[in-house]
């Protein structure tokens, strides 16, 4: 014990493995090893060429989606009625086809849902910009912001003894009561 030293040698990067039972290879086996061309290196590049191939492959595949895709959008666009025209009035002949007054309907329709999308969006976003308001009172109250600032300093100064600053406590609980009613007042009203 302690004769040898802990870390292996640097020249010993070989590793020799010992099977339980013999292993014998054939000699064709063998010799069609040793007569291959093929290395660790040729191997490496046949699998990156390989990769590649495939990557390339699959990257054009998916232009090609894309571009089909494109295709199909601007079919789609350019068969659609044009929304810019003015409507036709009932004294004026109609030049349109039966399915081309479907369509314009159903594009009435759904500019009309936009329409209330928009307006239920609108109204939502006018929630929330009141309550951010509210907010800003909220934290903007300096006499909250000052009873707040003397229950740190005091818990700072008396670290060992937090309840020296029963009084301290009890104003910021009074301005955050007073504060609170305010908010109560908004909100009710």
Known sequence: MGQES???????TQHVFAADTPVRFSPELVDALQASP????????????HIQSRVTAELTRL???????????????????DTSTEPTSSGKLSFFSGKDEQARAQSDKLRD????????????????LQARKLREDIVGDK??????????????????R????WQEVEAFKREVGRLEKGFLGKILD
């Open 143 to 160: 006499e909250v912001e000052k009873a707040k600032e003397e229950v740190v300093s005091c818990l700072r100064l008396n670290d060992r």
């Open 38 to 49: 093929e290395t660790d290196t040729t191997r490496s590049k046949d699998l990156e060429s």
């Open 162 to 165: 937090p309840l020296d600053c």
């Open 63 to 81: 232009e090609a989606e894309q571009t089909q895709a494109i295709r199909e959008l601007e079919e789609r666009i350019s068969e659609s009625p």
């Open 6 to 12: 802990s870390k292996a040698s640097p020249s010993g």
């Open 113 to 128: 849902l936009s329409r209330e999308s928009v307006q239920k969006t609108i109204e939502e976003l006018r929630k929330r």
